[in-house]
C-alpha cells in the first residue's frame, strides 16, 4: 500500500502498556510518557483492557476493541510500548493483542511501524529479558525497534508510587526514551 507523507508537522506516538492490572508499573510508565509531549508530538495511551482471546474463527468478524486497536496502530507514526516481564517474557496479555493486531493473514498492523519499549519490575533484570523477546516479534512483523536508550526499571515499588514516578533518573529517561524515538520515527517515515 502507497503511504503518503503527512501534510503537517504533528509526530503521534500510540502508547501501551501490557498489564490490564489498575496500579501497574507499566502504565505508570506510559502514563509519565504521556504527560511529557510536547507541541508536535501527542502520545495517545491505548488501554488492552477489552481485548478479547485471540480466535482464529474471529478474524472475519474481528471483534469492535480489536478493530480499533488495530486502527490506532496504523494512524499512528510510532508505537511506545511498556513491556512488562511474566516467566522471562511477554505478559499474555500483550502476546494476545499483538497477534490480533497482526492478523488477518496480509494485514499485519504493525507492518513498518517504529517502535520504542521499556518497561518496569518489582525484580533486579529490570524486564530486560521480556523486551528481548519483544525484538524476536518485532522483526518478524517487520517493525523497527529504537536501539537505544534501552530502559530497565528495576525495583519499581521504590521509584513508582501512586502510579506517579517518584525518581528523577527514571523520569530522566523516559524523556530520553520519548525523545529518541520521535527522531528515531521520522528517519523511519522520511522515505514512506
Ligand atoms: C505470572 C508472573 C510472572 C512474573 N515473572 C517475572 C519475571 O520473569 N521477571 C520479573 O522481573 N518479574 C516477574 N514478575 C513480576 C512482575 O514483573 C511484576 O508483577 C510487575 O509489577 C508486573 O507489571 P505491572 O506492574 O505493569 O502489572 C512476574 C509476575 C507475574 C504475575
Known sequence: MLMVNRMDNNFEILAFAGSLRKDSYNKALVKAAAGLARGEVTIDIFDLDGIPMYNQDLENDVPARVKEFK?????????????????????????????????????????????????????????????????????????????KPQMFVTDAHKKIEDGKIVDGETEKRIAEVVEALVKWGKRINRGK
Open 71 to 147: 486502527k490506532s496502530i496504523r494512524d499512528a507514526d510510532a508505537l511506545l510500548i511498556a513491556i512488562p516481564e511474566y516467566n522471562r517474557s511477554l505478559p499474555g496479555v500483550l502476546k494476545n493483542a499483538i497477534d490480533w493486531a497482526s492478523r488477518p493473514y496480509g494485514d499485519n498492523s504493525f507492518d513498518d511501524k517504529p517502535v520504542a519499549t521499556f518497561g518496569a519490575t518489582g525484580g533486579s533484570i529490570g524486564t530486560a529479558v521480556a523486551q528481548y523477546h519483544f525484538r524476536e516479534i518485532a522483526a518478524f512483523l517487520n517493525m523497527h525497534p529504537l536501539e
